[in-house]
């Protein structure tokens, strides 16, 4: 069944983003004794007297002699063992080296890599979708409404990304989109893949482990990058993957949290530059394998040298209906409610378990994580 994952609007101003024991039987086999009984024979004698005063003796009955039962030992339980791994590697795109499509797809093939995601592919269909659905927004000037179209209306080639993908001759069977501005364009160090990487639903849908090839409409001074994101055949993470964002050792994260369509913050505050840059910090992130649920006991941020976690958002699936639509069960969110400091150090710890058949366990995989990153200066338009 063809699976479309769903996508945000956002928009069009500059900035705004839019978008998967043997147990071992201690074999305490009791050595069967067999006891014998020892019956103290009393001889007592009297002088005198007459009579026969001989002792008796009183013989005690034969010992019982059983024969030992012979242990039986349990047939061994074969070893679980997690899934293993069927990831696809990169091959070279066709895209003009320094355009905005190869910056993108660079961009994005190493924000996967950080997390032992497999790479995405570019697909020629795929970069025709794009391209079709960047001209139709553009025509119908539908950017409050970015990742829909409008049967009837110019330029129309499907409602939402997979019908879209298909129509340009791309047999899909799964599919999400993401779009956005660059931040500071065209400067690759704050492009528009940074920007979605800097959000919660929009770094969700890009971690989506399964997907293998991707369409890039470029992005221009007017014109946000469209990325068509799909799959035919899965690749597969191992049952036992975990993932983190930023990774260990990462240097220069962003400050803030982007501006993102749908709001994660919607039930305190709302969407807007001001709060991004007063009461988010960058998201972290920890993932397990696609197929598992992964259930968090502690997850903390901590400046370097302090002992007092930041105060922070859990976001994951289970949080909000909202978050249930636009999240996988697998992820698991942390969002300050301030800003983190520039150029500062800061230790995340995990503590939770992932389960389901991936993990090769029927107790579940356990996850205890510890890592650290760096921000830089940048505070994405604060």
């Known amino acids: 069944m063809a699976t479309s994952y769903p996508d945000a609007a956002l928009p069009m101003s500059s900035g705004a983003l839019t978008n998967f024991k043997t147990f071992k039987d201690m074999m305490r086999v009791s050595n069967l004794s067999i006891g014998a009984t020892i019956l103290t024979v009393a001889v007592t004698g009297c002088g005198g007297g007459g009579g026969d005063k001989s002792p008796v003796a009183n013989n005690p009955p034969p010992p019982v002699v059983t024969n030992p039962t012979t242990p039986v030992t349990p047939t061994p339980t074969p070893p679980q063992t997690p899934q293993s791994a069927n990831l696809q590697v990169a091959v ?3 895209y003009v080296a320094g355009s905005s499509e190869a910056v993108a797809l660079s961009k994005l093939n190493a924000f996967r890599a950080a997390q032992g995601l497999g790479a995405l592919n570019q697909n020629a269909n795929a970069d025709i979708a794009s391209k079709n659905h960047a001209a139709y927004v553009t025509t119908n000037q539908s950017g409050a409404t970015p990742h829909a179209e409008v049967a009837g209306k110019p330029g129309f080639t499907g409602v939402d990304a997979m019908d879209r993908l298909i129509a340009a001759g791309y047999p899909i069977k799964s599919a999400t989109e993401v779009i956005a501005f660059s931040m500071q364009f065209p400067s690759p160090d704050a492009s528009a893949i940074d920007n979605l990487a800097n959000t919660v639903y929009h770094r969700a849908s890009m971690m989506y482990q399964g997907m293998t090839t991707v369409g890039i409409a470029p992005e221009s001074q007017d014109s946000p990058l469209y990325v068509a994101i799909g799959l035919t055949t899965p690749q597969v993470n191992a049952g036992d993957y975990v993932g983190m964002y930023p990774a260990n050792n990462q240097t220069g994260l962003w400050l803030t949290h982007s501006v993102e369509s749908p709001n994660p913050f919607y ?7 001001e709060n991004m840059c007063t009461k988010t910090s960058a998201p972290v992130s920890l993932t397990s394998e696609a197929s598992t649920t992964l259930n968090v006991t502690s997850f903390t941020v901590t400046e370097e040298g302090q002992t007092a976690p930041l105060d922070a958002r859990l976001i994951t699936k289970s949080t909000s209906t909202q978050d249930n639509t636009y999240l996988t069960p697998n992820v698991a969110f942390l969002v300050g409610r301030a800003p983190f ?12 378990k992932a389960t389901g058949a991936a993990t090769g366990s029927n107790t579940g995989l356990a996850i205890e994580k510890s890592w650290t990153f760096s921000t830089g200066v940048f505070t994405r338009g604060c």
């Open 92 to 94: 070279a795109p066709t």
């Open 267 to 273: 039930q305190e505050m709302a969407m807007s530059q």
């Open 341 to 352: 400091k520039p150029n500062t150090k800061y230790n995340v710890h995990f503590v939770g």
